[in-house]
């Protein structure tokens, strides 16, 4: 599966929609983010049922905000709608295909209870 671009209008559903969604934020002057781009898209081939996006923050400067986005590249992993890994720079394709693994292999039952435990510690 090849990448998909996301914006303001997408981002939310995209995340919500599907169990894993990677979101490479990238820029077109950024020299890594134009050599992370291939390792991207070549996991993107790898894993067809992982959602592979890509932001780009010059078009999308309200989302990239939104987000915290503070440099380029930023990788970010989401599971079951949830940030589960955010990280600026290019990774090496084998760091990007542990990530993956890792992400795959979370257990969401303690992740979600984790994120309503802070979530009552926020508001309590």
């Known amino acids: 599966m090849a990448t998909i671009a996301l914006n303001g209008s997408t981002f939310d559903d995209t995340v919500a929609g599907n169990d894993i969604v990677l979101v490479d934020w990238w820029a077109s002057w950024c020299g890594p983010c134009r050599m992370f781009g291939p390792v991207f898209e ?8 992982i959602v592979f996006a890509k932001v780009d923050t010059e078009a999308e400067r309200d989302l990239a905000g939104a987000a915290g986005i503070m440099s380029v590249p930023t990788l970010m992993a989401f599971r ?7 990280q600026p720079g290019a990774l ?3 760091v990007l295909d542990e990530l993956i693994g890792k992400v795959r292999d979370l257990d969401m039952e303690q992740v979600h209870a984790s994120v309503a435990a802070s979530a009552d510690a926020a508001t309590g």
């Open 42 to 49: 070549a996991a993107a081939e790898q894993h067809p049922d």
């Open 80 to 86: 079951e709608g949830v940030l589960v890994f955010s």
């Open 92 to 94: 090496p394709a084998a």
